[in-house]
């Protein structure tokens, strides 16, 4: 019973983390589309980019629902602890989720009258704000999060540093080159053309961000320091540095080339190899740098109905997900449009 009660927070942990990686990579690019309008002014054109993810952009949330709803139900330390230093940029980034989720849908109603450029205007900066948001939540989680006695002790704005601001513009960087990589992918002319333009400088830019946040992380605490220091610790972390970088020169090579789905696919790649980087980063720890995975978790018998509940309700999500995209895959031109 004590290896059960032992293992069954590790088998949450590595759900959590799917369902955070999956949601990342799904909504992050259409979060990134949002915010490619400041670089593309033509009205067709922006049809387009919205006709690519209009019929799966709304059931990609799912994934941040299954991450709240296993945080609040198999961990509810962490919740209890998390939601109240995190408050405002929570709040501020569903209600930009909200309104930019109005704006997708009301720019159609007011084709071609002055009120579409106000909502184009509202789903770029709902995009904006919602990824800022989430960067800003992540750079706060692992800064770490003051805890006395296993409660919340520090200030509303405790998320609000430099280390948060910078891993708030990455995640915009980042979502707009997923944003720009899937519109290779699924666009054609003038627009792919310019999507590869736009791929290649947030790539640097997001390389750059990457590198900033990975020098700064491990001097945030001393257990992170140690395990991208020590041996035999580093052995986990040294390939993650070396495929970051193949995984550029690849991207580089093939936006160069003229690839449709290898540009995107490498884009996928390092924000995989950022969440593994992450994990080995502050594993133990749910609340860092003071909180462990059993520390916050609830009663075994609880995550054991839980994981049964999610073992059905798992696969079937996957399954509409993966036919929702196969069923709307291919080139969308400007033929193609959203009614």
Not at 203 to 223: K, Q, R
């Amino acid at each position: 019973m004590m290896d059960f009660a032992h293992w069954l927070p590790i088998i949450w942990g590595v759900i959590l983390i799917a369902a955070i990686s999956i949601y990342v990579v799904l909504d992050g690019f259409d979060l990134g589309i949002g915010m490619l309008f400041a670089l593309e002014r033509d009205r067709t054109r922006r049809d387009v980019m919205v006709s690519t993810i209009a019929p799966v952009w709304d059931g990609n949330e799912t994934w941040m629902v299954l991450g709240g709803a296993v945080l609040y139900g198999v961990f509810p330390g962490a919740y209890a602890t998390l939601l109240p230093a995190f408050y405002l940029p929570i709040i501020v980034m569903l209600a930009s989720l909200i309104f930019r989720g109005v704006a997708f849908e009301f720019r159609v109603m007011t084709r071609g009258t002055v009120r579409e450029r106000h909502w184009d205007f509202g789903f770029m900066a709902g995009s904006t704000l919602a990824a800022f948001c989430q960067g800003t939540i992540l750079g706060g989680v692992i800064q770490g999060v003051s805890v006395t006695d296993g409660t919340f002790s520090g200030s509303a704005f405790d998320w609000l540093t430099p280390f948060g601001v910078l891993c708030g513009f990455s995640v915009m960087c980042g979502y707009a080159l997923l944003g720009a990589t899937w519109l290779v992918w699924r666009t054609t002319g003038q627009l792919e053309a310019a999507c590869r333009h736009w791929a290649a400088r947030l790539a640097v830019g997001l390389f750059a961000g990457i590198v900033a946040v990975s020098l700064w992380t491990p001097f945030l605490h001393e257990p992170y320091l140690h395990r991208w220091t020590d041996w035999p610790d580093i052995l986990l972390v040294a390939p993650v540095p070396l495929l970051l970088v193949a995984l550029g020169a690849l991207m580089a090579s093939a936006l160069r080339k003229g690839h449709s789905r290898v540009p995107f696919l490498c884009a996928l790649g390092w924000f995989f190899l950022c969440l593994t980087g992450l994990g080995i980063t502050i594993w133990p720890y749910a609340v860092p740098p003071s909180l462990t995975l059993w520390d916050v978790s609830s009663p075994p018998s609880s995550q054991f109905f839980q994981l049964v509940g999610t073992a059905i309700m798992l696969p079937i999500i996957l399954t509409y997900t993966i036919y929702s995209y196969r069923v709307f895959r291919g080139k969308v031109s400007e033929t193609d449009g959203y009614h």
